[in-house]
């Protein structure tokens, strides 16, 4: 009986092709699971998301402070209504932040959010955010977006931030294409 035994070279290829199949597959799935992990443990200031209020609420309190930002190419203005809010662990709170379309053409636009510090964005829980949506405003249409969030108080018995004295959730604003029907409402006017 003859065995068929690969060459050299068609090793080398076959092991060669085998990497980059690899290297491909790891590629495409390190953002969805990178972002999974983040959602799972709050790492790199990502925050907690729940479909009610915390059914513990502590009397110690914590600041949260609010920062809003925009895209280099984002037109819209976009800012917190307050600066800081004094909140209890557990107390289900609404913020608010204000967006206005100073252009004269509908723009779509989607936030992105961290907290900061990062050990305290797995306890930082929204309930229901802007961020969750595409947002798409008029010419001169100004809004203010909710954000309703608890902190979980949990976050006293977490080796590390237990210590944190506030929390900073922060959003961005980055334009985005509009939905289909903005767009053809847009270009037929």
């Known amino acids: 009986m003859s065995k068929h035994r690969m060459d050299p070279k068609q090793k080398t290829a076959a092991i060669a092709v085998g990497v980059i199949v690899?290297?491909?597959s790891m590629a495409?799935?390190?953002?969805?699971?990178?972002?999974?992990?983040?959602?799972?443990t709050g790492y790199g200031g990502t925050t907690a998301t729940a479909e009610a209020g915390s059914d513990v609420i502590l009397d110690e309190t914590i600041t949260v402070r609010f920062d809003g930002s925009r895209a280099k190419d984002m037109p819209w203005e976009f800012k917190p209504v307050q600066n800081q809010m004094t909140v209890r662990l557990g107390e289900t709170n609404i913020a608010f932040y204000e967006a206005y379309n100073p252009t004269d053409r509908v723009i779509a636009g989607t936030a992105t959010y961290n907290v900061a510090p990062f050990d305290a964005g797995g306890f930082f829980t929204k309930i229901d955010c802007f961020c969750f949506t595409e947002q798409v405003l008029q010419p001169g249409q100004r809004?203010?977006?909710?954000?309703?969030?608890?902190?979980?108080?949990?976050?006293?018995?977490d080796r590390d931030a237990k210590w944190t004295p506030h929390i900073t959730l922060s959003y961005t604003f980055y334009e985005t294409d509009l939905p289909q029907e903005h767009?053809?409402?847009?270009?037929s006017n």
């Open 183 to 187: 767009a053809a409402l847009a270009t």
């Open 28 to 40: 495409w799935a390190a953002v969805p699971m990178y972002n999974l992990f983040c959602r799972v």
């Open 143 to 157: 809004v203010n977006m909710p954000v309703t969030f608890y902190v979980d108080p949990e976050i006293r018995d």
């Open 22 to 24: 690899f290297m491909g």
